[in-house]
């Protein structure tokens, strides 16, 4: 009688062992594919980028009238510690204006009406519109405990004068072009 050779090479060895290689590499192909897609949002943590160490140089103006600056509330504070660029407020006397400028596309950069709504602030009347110089702005009215408490605009601009009004066109299109920073978001707040 003869014993069979268990080293020899089978069929069914060869074949398990052509399955679990190809599996193998099918699963190392998904994960690269997966982290290639998903490092552009992983760039959006709370690593400062090397504009954070120098404050940008704001306007002194705005239309023409003198800005003050002034101290960031709360909430701004709070959302500026863990900000991937700079924030600063200002007044003219009648209205506020929040900037924020930024050197690479963040999710961090929030539309006003998503702020405003988180703060318990119902948006109404949200609409494109001109101002007296002909840029394009989002604006809304935030109303809270049935009274219209402020008027809100907002704008994104590049350092070429390109504008966005949608944070999420901006976003997109900062991704996909070529364009460096800075970009700064402006935000208007005027009584109603």
């Known amino acids: 009688m003869r014993w069979p050779d268990v080293f020899a090479p089978s069929p069914w060895r060869n074949h398990f062992a052509h399955r679990v290689l190809h599996k193998l590499a099918f699963a190392l192909v998904l994960v690269v594919s997966l982290g290639a897609s998903l490092w552009p949002l992983a760039q959006d943590g709370v690593v400062p980028s090397p504009s954070h160490a120098a404050s940008p140089e704001w306007p002194a103006t705005w239309d023409g009238v003198p800005l003050r600056p002034q101290a960031l509330g709360e909430v701004e504070a709070r959302f500026a510690r863990h900000f991937p660029g700079h ?3 200002f007044t003219d006397g009648r209205q506020v204006l929040v900037m924020r400028q930024v050197e690479r596309p963040t999710r961090l950069l929030h539309p006003a009406e998503d702020c ?3 703060l318990g602030y ?4 949200a609409r494109l519109e001109h101002d007296a110089r002909g840029r394009l ?3 809304f009215h935030a109303e809270r405990a ?3 408490a ?3 605009c907002e704008r994104i601009e590049d350092a070429a004068g390109r504008s966005f009004t949608d944070t999420s066109a901006w976003y997109w299109a900062s991704w996909r072009t070529s364009a460096a920073g800075p970009w700064t978001a402006v935000t208007v707040v005027s009584p109603p």
């Open 87 to 89: 924030i600063a407020r």
């Open 116 to 118: 405003w709504r988180a």
């Open 122 to 125: 119902r948006i109404l009347q």
């Open 137 to 139: 702005w989002r604006c």
């Open 146 to 148: 049935g009274r219209s």
């Open 150 to 152: 402020q008027r809100v």
